[in-house]
């Protein structure tokens, strides 16, 4: 099961692997106006379209369409009662696409509960473009299996049969083989010591006061269309937007004129779209506000 507001990439791989192993797909909406919905309403949405037969439950952390941030810990609560009462081959496994909250909310992976967490590091980490990463729970890793060899040193040396056999770490198991961009590799160790060093705790509150200035900002002018939440707990650096009248096309490339770089939702229904990050500075959301005002009159 997945949500109507995922990514191409979601989508498309739950596809191919219904394809592949007969499994069905249902993708349910867990809201139809962002701005104006609450942690119990979503958590409720997604608990009541569980059925006996769902074994996945697929969603994004933060919606890159409307800038809608999921609850995922009261998600997790409200997967382990429907989790307590199946066996362990029938449980629920919770997969979070995090690619928009990684680097920006200050939780530690263990805490949001989900079973596995995948995330690019090139967005809100500034890490190289090509790295990435994927967590799991030790519960979760055991209901997968690998399908890409891995050249770990220890597990090609027993297979050389010039180490004696010993169980591998679940880490090296599904880590592909062969050559990488392993100097992106090494320089991605430079962007987590950044944020550590900074701090995860102040990046969120920066990140989150900027996108708060800029909703409250969009929120005041009459002729803007604001489809992100205001709440922090619902929202994180991503701002979805209407210009009445103007196409979102139209709105990214004026605002672009203007040396204020924003985007178009890469989705059926475009929205434009704004990212505050922890390089954006309070003086420059009210220069992007005082573009989009006189967009709107």
Request: aromatic fraction near 8%.
């Amino acid at each position: 099961m997945t949500t109507t507001h995922d990514h191409y990439s979601t989508e498309t791989s739950l596809r191919l692997r219904a394809e592949r192993t007969g499994a069905s797909v249902r993708r349910v909406p867990l809201y139809h106006d962002g701005a104006d919905k609450s942690v119990e309403e979503i958590v409720d949405r997604v608990t009541r379209a569980i059925t006996p037969q769902t074994r996945v439950l697929a969603v994004t952390w933060v919606h890159s369409c409307t800038g809608v941030k999921l609850p995922l810990r009261a998600m997790a609560d409200a997967l382990r009662p429907i989790n307590a009462e199946r066996d362990e081959r029938d449980r629920v496994l919770f997969c979070v696409d995090g690619v928009h909250g990684l680097g920006v909310d200050g939780t530690t992976l263990p805490e949001l509960g989900c079973d596995f967490f995948v995330a690019g590091c090139h967005k809100w980490m500034f890490g190289p473009r090509g790295t990435g990463l994927v967590w799991g729970s030790p519960i979760a890793w055991k209901s997968s299996t690998a399908t890409i060899p891995t050249f770990d040193d220890a597990t090609y040396e027993m297979w050389m049969k010039i180490r004696p056999e010993a169980p591998v770490p679940i880490g090296a198991t599904m880590s592909p083989g062969g050559f990488h961009s392993f100097e992106h590799r090494w320089s991605l160790n430079r962007a987590f010591e950044l944020h550590q060093k900074v701090g995860k705790q102040a990046i969120k509150e920066r990140i989150h006061a900027l996108n708060r200035q800029l909703k409250e900002g969009l929120a005041k002018m009459p002729k803007i269309k604001l489809y992100t939440p205001m709440a922090d707990e619902l929202s994180a650096g991503i701002v979805c937007f209407d210009v009445e009248g103007m196409p979102a096309q139209q709105v990214v490339d004026r605002l672009r004129q203007r040396k204020i770089i924003a985007s178009v939702t890469p989705y059926k229904t475009l929205y434009a779209r704004l990212s505050p990050g922890l390089l954006t500075s309070p003086a420059e959301v009210e220069t992007t506000l005082a573009v989009v005002r006189a967009l709107a009159t």
